[in-house]
């Protein structure tokens, strides 16, 4: 059974950091491409970064570029989004998901499993 579990999340002020982390299981994590997205309520889930499944091929959302980084620990399953300068308009669910072979899609149907997200605040 596949599982992707975020957590990290949190309330935090404008300007702070928090880092994310996604723990996988049930699938061969170290083949699939993975990603973070984020929703606010009543709009579109979007993407905000993503990492190929080799893991030194990146792709950013032009908003969070020299932000946020993502990266990925193949040895423990795991997916991490660490969250620099935050401020209000970053305050989201931010979901984990993972695809084979197309780590440069950002469509979120291209993505075939999802957490259940964590909610990030950020305070003005």
């Known amino acids: 059974q596949v599982q992707l579990v975020e957590s990290g999340g949190g309330l935090v002020q404008a300007g702070g950091s928090l880092r994310l982390s996604c723990a996988a299981s049930g699938f061969t994590f170290n083949i699939y491409d993975m990603a973070w997205f984020r929703q606010v309520p009543g709009k579109e889930r979007e993407f905000a970064a993503a990492?190929?499944?080799?893991?030194?091929?990146?792709d950013y959302a032009d908003y969070v570029k020299g932000r946020f980084t993502i990266s990925r620990d193949n040895t423990m399953n795991a997916l991490y989004l660490e969250m620099n300068n935050l401020n209000p308009e970053d305050t989201a669910v931010y979901y984990c998901a993972a695809t084979r072979g197309r780590y440069s899609d950002q469509t979120p149907l291209s993505w075939s499993y999802w957490g259940q997200g964590t909610q990030v605040t950020v305070s003005s």
């Open positions: 990492i190929a499944w080799i893991g030194g091929v990146r």
